[in-house]
């Protein structure tokens, strides 16, 4: 997608739109596949868990999380109008079948009742939240007690360098991360780093770190 100015492809990223948040929403696929498998491979599934992804894109990655485990309960939200569309037709299989929710709501103001879940995922989201600590402490609203937050993102070191990163993401590292959770009440369990070769949203071919971080509501 080089041939999209880098602060529209920013914007897009954030919330697609339109027709070229249809074709953003594709190259994201491309992109975050890796940092799927490495984040869902972290994770202890057992039967009738509830998960919530927060940002799911159009849905394509919704089907991995029953192929580690079909006997899950999933919801699924996203502020993205249109790539709520997308997920509810890519995934009409699992909500016929009552074992996918997908809403169209904000992270920091969701509808779920307290307690609600065993996991809450949320992959390459964060860099797009504008009040971190709320979007925390709606998450720990609605996590069960012990209930883990599963947070896959790419760090500040790897993201400085994309064009599209520059205006519209804001970037993170370790601590960073650690301080947020941290005054939150939240407690970090695990950090888990890979580094991969991987095809960029933009298109161009970069070395890459994706880490997983595992958070505990205490």
Not at 133 to 138: M, R
Not at 195 to 208: A, T, Y
């Amino acid at each position: 997608m080089s041939d999209i100015n880098p602060l529209e492809l920013g914007r897009q990223l954030r919330k697609p739109t339109g027709e070229l948040g249809l074709k953003v929403g594709e190259n994201m696929n491309s992109s975050n596949n890796q940092i799927y498998d490495f984040v869902l491979s972290s994770m202890n599934i057992k039967d009738n868990c509830k998960i919530l992804e927060i940002g799911f894109g159009n849905g394509k990655f919704v089907s991995k999380f029953f192929d580690i485990n079909p006997m899950i309960h999933l919801s699924a939200i996203d502020f993205s109008e249109i790539m709520c569309s997308e997920a509810k037709i890519i995934n009409k299989g699992f909500i016929n079948d009552n074992k996918l929710v997908v809403k169209c709501e904000d992270s920091m103001d969701m509808s779920f009742p307290n307690d609600s879940f065993d996991f809450v995922v949320t992959i390459n989201t964060i860099y797009f939240w504008d009040n971190f600590d709320k979007h925390l402490q709606s998450i720990k609203r609605v996590l069960r007690n012990k209930g883990k937050l599963i947070i896959g993102y790419r760090p500040k070191n790897v993201m400085i360098n994309l064009q599209f990163a520059q205006d519209v993401f804001k970037l993170y590292n370790s601590d960073d991360l650690q301080i947020l959770v941290e005054r939150n009440g939240l407690k970090i369990v695990k950090e888990e780093k890979q580094s991969i070769n991987r095809r960029s949203v933009d298109g161009s071919e970069i070395k890459s770190t994706d880490i997983c971080l595992i958070v505990e509501k205490i």
